[in-house]
């Protein structure tokens, strides 16, 4: 009982990550303009939207390095969370519904899903099938001027 306690005190410090996904049909430039956009529309309260790209192909996660990010999981259940930092991650398993604190829409995603979860999201998530996944902060993007 102790891991999963850990791991669900893990969740709450969860945030910002790594180029936004798109098809690999797409250009490295016209990748890193989507993650910009998405980025920026992370730092509106308004408009916090997650973005979930369904089965993304192996060389895709190859190219951004999946395999490599830290590895993290939960129980079913209902969690409230706050993004601090954008989240990119990618479920191996699970099934979770997300609602945002701000808006009634809901986003599904689960196992063989690329997400991102923009920063300043507070949220629920609920945890309907245990949840495997890599993640990873973006570390990339500067402090907000003051």
């Known amino acids: 009982m102790h891991a999963y306690t850990n791991v669900c005190v893990h969740i709450l410090f969860l945030v910002k ?60 259940g209902k969690y409230q969370l706050k993004f601090d930092e954008q989240e990119t991650c990618y479920l191996v398993r699970g099934k979770v519904k997300v609602k945002s604190k701000n808006s009634s829409e809901v986003v599904e995603f689960g196992a063989g899903d690329l997400v991102i979860l923009p920063k300043g999201l507070s949220c629920t998530w609920d945890v309907s099938v245990a949840v495997d996944k890599h993640y990873k902060f973006d570390t990339s993007s500067s402090p907000s001027s003051s």
Not at 32 to 40: G, H, L, N
Not at 54 to 66: F, V, Y
């Open 17 to 76: 990550t790594e180029p936004s996904p798109i098809s690999l049909t797409h250009t490295h430039r016209e990748r890193d303009q989507y993650f910009m956009a998405a980025e920026s529309s992370s730092n509106s309260s308004t408009n916090l939207r997650i973005v979930v790209q369904n089965n993304p192909s192996d060389s895709q996660l190859s190219e951004l390095g999946i395999k490599s990010w830290p590895k993290w999981g939960c129980p079913p």
